[in-house]
């Protein structure tokens, strides 16, 4: 079975710019989360989202938003990008309580 | 709301001796827990996980932990250091009515030939 897979791998942008990043989820997988990763934050949750509908949110500010289609692929989107969001953006599918990760996308703002 | 402390930041080891990672949790409910490893420039990977039932919980590589109630505990160890377990390490939590994952900030393991 295909793990969770994310796209891009890496990612240049430069301030004030968007960003749009992809999650394929495991197969069978209905339920799919972001996570941000700084060395300074260590792992934030952003939000889920099951069934096309999201169920959780982190405190994070608008400019970051998510969706997910009726294949359970999810995408994230980061508007008007600031230097701080640079970071590993990591996806992860589940079925039950075990979360299952992807590589994860590496933005870089410059 | 959930949460973990994981104490020290970098643990060092040498090969073949004790690994030791000690992990705290707070929760208002009961907790499931996790402990995930993240090599350089990947995703992570789990290494085992506490839902019910037992509370010594064996993992992958030759990993456990022990679900520690009356402590708020979940450390993980493994009797013998392989040069290939230096990466970090990472406690999670999730409560039973809630499906977001509240992370530690992390150990990072060295290993010494």
């Known amino acids: 079975k295909a793990g969770v897979t994310q796209t891009p791998r890496y990612l240049i942008k430069t301030r004030g710019q968007q960003v749009t990043l992809s999650c394929s989820p495991i197969?069978?997988?209905?339920?799919v989360s972001w996570y941000q990763q700084t060395p300074g934050q260590g792992l934030q949750f952003l939000f889920e989202?099951?069934?096309?509908?999201?169920?959780n949110k982190g405190n994070f500010p608008g400019r970051f938003s998510g969706r997910q289609f009726s294949n359970s692929r999810s995408e994230m989107n980061v508007s008007t990008l600031e230097l701080g969001d640079s970071a590993l953006y990591l996806c992860?599918?589940?079925?039950?309580?075990?979360?299952?990760f992807g590589p994860g996308t590496r933005l870089t703002v410059l | 709301a959930q949460s973990v402390t994981q104490l020290g930041s970098h643990v060092s080891v040498s090969e073949g001796a004790l690994v030791l990672l000690r992990c705290n949790y707070s929760?208002?409910?009961?907790?499931?827990l996790f402990w995930y490893v993240q090599y350089p420039n990947q995703g992570l990977q789990l290494l085992l996980k506490y839902t019910t039932g037992a509370t010594l919980v064996k993992g992958i590589n030759g990993f456990e932990a022990e679900f520690k109630k009356s402590e708020t505990s979940f450390h993980l160890t493994k009797p013998s250091a392989h040069m290939s377990d230096a990466a970090e390490y990472f406690c999670?939590?999730?409560?039973?009515?809630?499906?977001?994952?509240?992370f530690g900030a992390g150990t990072t393991v060295t290993v010494r030939a």
């Open positions: 929760s208002s409910v009961p907790p499931y």
């Open positions: 989202y099951f069934s096309e509908t999201q169920r």
């Open positions: 197969s069978g997988h209905r339920s």
């Open positions: 999670a939590v999730i409560s039973s009515n809630d499906y977001k994952l509240s």
């Open positions: 992860a599918s589940s079925l039950a309580d075990e979360q299952f």
